[in-house]
């Protein structure tokens, strides 16, 4: 269950850094991805729907691979409304595979999944308009940040 948490965790929270024309996640999201086949492949037994979800996060962490090394080329205009579409589909992964997560998890976290998603659509549809992108990309960080935090709550309180 550590393994979903920190694969959540990495795949939500993206700080990017920027060297020159370079961009380059310092969470990478294809390690959030493997962390989360692993751990649903762990637990696939317990929960017979993670069977299925774990090929969704090992396809998405091929998309995300590729994303990640386009960040590091140069991008021209033509590859970057590709790319974009990667990310749009990466994403979709991402949050169909976060639903099944928070399927029979608290309501509390079930309730700030809906959230979660729209932020993170949100973020990705407007983050090429430079004001809106950036409130968008903090409102972002803040719900995946309190989302996070209730899952690693929830987490702890079901180890006791």
Same mark, same amino acid.
């Given at each position: ?26 969470? +990478? ?14 637990? *696939?037994?317990?929960? +017979?729907?993670?069977?299925? *979800? ?35 589909? $990466? ?9 099944? @997560? ?11 999944? +809906? ?14 308009? +430079?004001?809106?992108? *950036?409130? $968008? ?5 803040? @719900? *995946?940040? @309190?989302?996070?935090? $209730? ?10």
């Amino acid at each position: 269950m550590h393994r979903l948490f920190w694969g959540l965790f990495f795949v939500l929270l993206d700080f990017e850094m920027t060297v020159g024309r370079a961009t380059f996640e310092v969470l +990478p999201d294809f390690v959030g991805f493997f962390l989360l086949m692993k751990g649903m492949e762990a637990m *696939s037994g317990s929960v +017979p729907r993670f069977e299925k *979800s774990r090929h969704v996060a090992f396809g998405a962490g091929l998309l995300s691979v590729i994303l990640y090394g386009a960040g590091l080329l140069n991008r021209d205009a033509m590859t970057g409304v590709w790319l974009w579409v990667l990310e749009l589909g $990466c994403l979709a992964a991402f949050l169909w595979l976060m639903k099944q @997560v928070v399927a029979d998890r608290d309501v509390q976290l079930r309730g700030l999944y +809906p959230m979660v998603a729209v932020v993170q659509v949100l973020a990705l549809l407007l983050g090429w308009v +430079p004001l809106v992108g *950036s409130i $968008c990309a903090v409102a972002s960080a803040v @719900v *995946s940040m @309190v989302f996070l935090l $209730c899952f690693w709550k929830e987490l702890k309180k079901s180890a006791e």
